[in-house]
């Protein structure tokens, strides 16, 4: 019997995304065509398709950057409860961005930064 | 501190590789491969000397036993025959050059950390470490299968492995979260402890979860779908370590959530694991029969292979553990041994189907004949190791009382001996093919054949392995907490 909420939860977020594309469907004006079904671009105007073949090195600069994004969201929690973990904590940090520094290295050594 | 140091050898061997790499040229890369077979011997060796090692570090999160003791030794032994196997593609000894293998380095160290992640997924004692090491020990999988990087096949066997692996892995990470909402912890005693009892609808759901994940690992049908694939289009020396490594860890993680935390409840779940194993063993059998690749034969006999462990979780742990850690020990020295065959012959010839080991056994009969003896044991033949290990899973579930499964495992195994003596048919009794060039020899894949070769032969008939394996698993049955 508990699971009633379980089962009004999964009723109301069904509700929820049904219901609104349902209401607007209902309400808002259907008129494809034109300039409707040209990508978007900042407003800018769109030069050719939007399936088209990137450069591989956006990923790769896009992985880097996370790496230390990811790197650097641990380290807030870790600055919070420094004091309590003392010298310990520290040397486990010091490993952690070692082995991302590794990472950057390796990717530094392999050219991965050099912008072609 | 001494139960983590064969850990920390792997991985210091991996970032080592890693690094090592970058300031290598390509006539001193050769070395890269001996390195990580001297990291894995050396941690190897050090998990023999701390015989039995068993203690608890980090407070109880990282703890090792007597039966993880024997998981590791396997993992590691597996990775070294693999990266024995991978020197001759990677390095270009091969006379059919395999193009598109991209670095020896990475190679090396993904394989590495796979490992580590097996190693860490066995002593891990809590739900976190559990699903970060599983994680550990199958994204480097992902990555392998998908290494010829020109090779169209080996790129969709990445896609669909990591696709269908990251389902699997939302399976288990779902099911891993009601568990901690149920017993509001994450440590796997307490788990079990509170939910002694538990029946609750949501505890239900938890379960196919975490058992659909494990199922996908282990290759059971109906989770079987992306073996037949990423074993075809992988390249050789990955499927190897696939065959053997993904299904050990598999095991491993199934023994790490059946007996510590649905230890409770495993006995009313037999009928359920007794039609698993069933389908499994059938469908893998009979799909086996009709194919002509020797890879995608390979993946589905790994896939019957796998309804064969599943008989060894129908009765009491006592009997069941050994009885599947040493079939595991088995299979894998079978497995390594078809697939070093494989690997050798792919590397000479650049052929892959079945009919192409035509004429074998004139050729090259030691090859022919490692070949036959691995196979004999998959198949389950006297007095070879695979027939002993068979024999002891069978006696399990007819100690259960699952009579009919038995009946329907020993046809299996007939089934089986069909197809496998289809191979031996085409080394032994077809004529030569005069248009392949007549295969030569290979030091490290003639010296993982010999190695692998002596246990296959010799498992069976020496009871002292099975009697280790088996005190083992006792001292780790009574060290759990509900028995």
Partial sequence: MEYIFVLAMVGLAAAMVGGGLFFSRLVAPHNPGGNKSVPYECGEQPIGQAWIQFNVGYYLFGLLFLVFDVEAALMYPWAVVFRSTGLPGLIEMLIFVLVLVIGLIYAWRKGVLEWV | MSIIIPEIIVLATAFAILIADLFMNERTRVYLAPAAVAGLLLALAVMVVHTPASGALIGGRFTMDAAGWWFKILFMISALIAVLLSMDTLDGRARVRVRGMGFRGEYYSILLFSVVGMMFLVSARDLAT???????????????????????????????????????????????????????????????????????????????????????????????????????????????????????????????????????????????????????????????????????????????????????????????????????????????????????????????????????????????????????????????????????????????????LVAVAAVNSTISLYYYLRVVRQMYIEPVDERVPAPGSSVSIGLSLALLSVPVAILGILPTVYEGIHAATIAWLASMPQG
């Fill in chain 2, 130 to 404: 559990l699903f970060v090491s599983l994680e550990l020990a199958t994204l480097p999988l992902f990555v392998l299968a998908a290494w010829r990087r020109d090779d169209p096949k080996s790129g969709e066997a990445g896609l669909k492995y990591v696709v269908l692996g990251a389902l699997a892995s939302a399976f288990i990470v779902y099911g891993f979260g009601i568990l901690y909402g149920l017993t509001q912890s994450t440590d796997l005693e307490t788990i079990a402890q509170r939910l002694a009892g538990e029946r609750a609808p949501a505890f239900w759901l938890a379960a196919a979860l975490v058992l659909a994940g494990a199922g996908f690992k282990l290759t059971i049908v109906p989770f079987h779908m992306w073996a037949a694939d990423v074993y075809q289009g992988a390249p050789t020396p990955v499927t190897a370590y696939l065959s053997v490594g993904s299904k050990a860890a598999g095991l491993a993680f199934a023994f790490q959530v059946f007996y510590r935390i649905f230890g409770d409840a495993l006995p009313h779940w037999d009928m359920l694991i007794a039609i698993f194993a069933a389908l499994t063993m059938t469908l893998g059998n009979l799909v086996a029969i009709v194919q002509h690749d020797i890879k995608r034969f390979m993946a589905f006999s790994a896939i019957s292979q796998a309804g064969y462990f599943l008989l060894g979780f129908l009765g009491a742990a006592e009997e069941g553990v050994p009885a599947m850690l040493f079939y595991l020990l088995v299979y894998i020295f079978s497995n390594l041994a078809v697939f070093a065959c494989i690997i050798w012959f792919e590397n000479e010839t650049g052929k892959g189907q079945i009919e192409d080991y035509r004429g074998l056994s004139l050729s090259n009969p030691l090859m022919a004949l490692g070949m036959t003896l691995a196979l004999f044991s998959l198949a389950g033949i006297p007095p070879l190791s695979g027939f002993v290990g068979k024999f002891f899973l069978f006696s399990i579930a007819s100690k259960a009382g699952f009579h009919g």
